[in-house]
């Protein structure tokens, strides 16, 4: 995970952009209310937070970084957010600690073009200069708009099935991975 993780904050960082770190036991106003999730809205419900009294919890997501930096600085920014973040999972797909990487850009003049580049450019160095990468529309509480990202299934070639003819057990058939969610902060 160190490893990877590197990788991907090197990329970032040849772009131009800052690291920033938070603490990993936030407060609800940073991890939910600032970000758009009011008490009652049924995204908090998503997140299976773990509390750790009734005001603070372990982050579900790096994202209160993103408020805390806006909070004290001033644009332009253009800042790289790596961290564990935590959430009441726990099954094939999901784990109850994992990793993000959240980046976030914040200046006059930066439209979902520049998002949509920089997201291009980085899954290519991680991955293959060649891999294929599609935006699908989605929703997030703190985006407008918002898009789910896919790569191409670096097991199947997407193809959707392996090499003895069979689904693909890794992408389902489908021949994407989705990799990360994004958006222009709202």
Not at 34 to 51: V, Y
Not at 104 to 132: A, C, N, S, W, Y
Not at 134 to 148: D, G, K, L, V
Request: with cysteine; hydrophobic share 40%.
């Amino acid at each position: 995970i160190t490893l990877v993780l590197d990788e991907i904050i090197d990329v970032f960082v040849s772009m131009g952009f800052e690291i920033a770190r938070g603490p990993d036991i936030e407060d609800d106003y940073h991890n939910f209310e600032a970000l758009n999730i009011p008490k009652d809205h049924p995204a908090r419900e998503m997140q299976d937070t773990f509390f750790v009294s009734e005001t603070l919890l372990l982050r579900t997501h790096t994202s209160p970084v993103q408020i805390r930096v806006m909070e004290n600085r001033k644009p332009p920014l253009q800042i790289i957010v790596p961290g564990a973040v935590y959430r009441h999972d726990d099954d094939a797909t999901h784990s109850p600690i994992f990793h993000q990487v959240e980046g976030f850009m914040v200046d006059h003049h930066i439209t979902f073009g520049d998002l949509k580049g920089v997201l291009e450019h980085v899954l290519r160095q991680v991955f293959r200069e060649d891999t294929p990468v599609r935006f699908r529309p989605s929703f997030f509480p703190f985006t407008e708009p918002s898009a789910e990202v896919d790569i191409g299934c670096l097991f199947c070639k997407g193809q959707g099935r392996s090499s003895n003819g069979q689904g693909c057990r890794v992408c389902k058939g489908t021949g994407w991975l989705e990799i990360l969610g994004a958006g222009m902060i709202d």
